[in-house]
């Protein structure tokens, strides 16, 4: 599993836009067009536009 941090408030916006709890997931990726989230209980990954 990969480690993640706590997303940021604009990371949090963009979680949210994508339908997601931003409580349950994690940062793991941060690159100019995308976002890539692993979620904090099951390890799931997911790749949202940010």
Known sequence: ???GLRPTKRQKIAIQ?????CNN???YKNT???LHLVH???GTTRVIPG
């Open 1 to 3: 599993m990969k480690k």
């Open 17 to 21: 836009a994508a339908r997601l709890n």
């Open 40 to 42: 904090r209980e099951t």
């Open 32 to 34: 100019n067009s995308q």
């Open 25 to 27: 997931w994690l940062v």
